[in-house]
């Protein structure tokens, strides 16, 4: 069983940059791919950005192409959003998910974190 626990969140204003930390706890982190969802009031939930267990390969929903990065750092067991040239429809509640190597699907899934990005 893993844990997944999201911080960084917060309000910034359009322009700015937030970078988000999933650490994990419970599991072999290593073995995960990992990624980000958002969730905005009245929205369905969508990927953000997906990283593979060793770090390899990543890949990014097309809203935040350029602006986001995702990384890793196995031996923390942490894995990170950084957001940059923020806007305000990127206000949302991001979360971040374990995805168990070759299944096709995230089984552990963190509380959330809540980032605002005014005008």
């Known amino acids: 069983q893993v844990q997944l626990e999201e911080s960084g969140g917060g309000v910034v204003q359009a322009g700015g940059s937030l970078r988000l930390s999933c650490a994990a706890s419970g599991g072999t982190f290593s073995i995960y791919d990992m990624g980000w969802f958002r969730q905005a009031p009245g929205k369905e939930r969508e990927i953000v950005a997906r990283i593979t267990w060793g770090g390899g390969s990543t890949v990014f929903g097309d809203s935040v192409k350029g602006r986001f990065t995702i990384s890793r750092d196995n031996a923390r067991n942490t894995v990170f959003l950084r957001m940059n040239s923020l806007k305000p429809e990127d206000t949302a509640v991001y979360y971040c998910?374990?995805?168990?190597?070759?299944?096709?699907?995230?089984?552990?899934w963190g509380q959330g974190t809540q980032v605002t990005v005014s005008s």
């Open positions: 998910a374990a995805s168990p190597r070759f299944s096709g699907r995230y089984d552990y």
